[in-house]
């Protein structure tokens, strides 16, 4: 498993998703977003399991959009403000409408506690892919060389103080979305503490 031999889908709906993505989001989660798509494929690759590229592409660059000032809904969970950017953008790329709703209820999933592939393939592999990078689940299922080569071209940076400072400030201010359940579950710790931090190209 190599980066190379992963390539981003070249569709209008997938250029868009960069472009917004690398608008709107710090340099901290670009890198989140652009990692939590690899670590999808990579999963898929493990698992076996045979997603739609271009709706897990573009449900991976911007998953995290509703937490950003410009994209922040004052009542809506940040993963399903972020779901309806999808929407609109995907829109603009001339998605059919069924297709609009699939890329929102990916990012809606990416949240869930467990997604059952059987299900959802792409939220499954979202979710267990920001479980990865958020919280440090299952880093071994993943070829550590492919963990290394992938840091190595999308650096943690500031992720943990920056992801932590943004879902505690939605917790506050919307208690009853997810974002209050990942505070309540530890997530700054798991951010610290995730065996991805620090691991790198000759590092053990």
């Known amino acids: 498993m190599r980066m190379s031999e992963i390539t981003a889908p070249d569709t209008a709906a997938a250029r868009a998703a960069l472009e917004i993505a690398t608008a709107y989001h710090t340099p901290s989660l670009l890198n989140h977003v652009q990692r939590s798509w690899l670590w999808a494929v990579g999963f898929a690759q493990v698992r076996d399991l045979e997603p739609d590229h271009e709706l897990l592409y573009v449900a991976a660059l911007l998953h995290d959009l509703g937490i950003v000032r410009e994209f922040d809904n004052h009542t809506l969970a940040y993963e399903d403000a972020g779901g309806h950017v999808a929407i609109a953008l995907t829109a603009g790329a001339g998605w059919p409408a069924e297709r609009r709703v699939r890329v929102h209820d990916v990012i809606v999933r990416h949240n869930w506690p467990e997604v059952d592939p059987a299900f959802d393939t792409e939220g499954h592999l979202l979710e267990i892919a920001t479980a990865l990078d958020i919280a440090g689940a299952r880093p071994d299922e993943l070829p550590l060389a492919f963990r290394r080569e992938v840091l ?53």
């Open 152 to 204: 190595d071209r999308y650096p943690r940076r500031e992720l943990a103080a920056e992801f932590t400072l943004c879902v505690t400030d939605q917790a506050a201010r919307k208690p009853d979305t997810s974002a209050r359940r990942l505070v309540d579950g530890g997530v700054a710790r798991k951010l610290r503490e995730n065996p991805l931090e620090g691991l790198t190209e000759g590092s053990e």
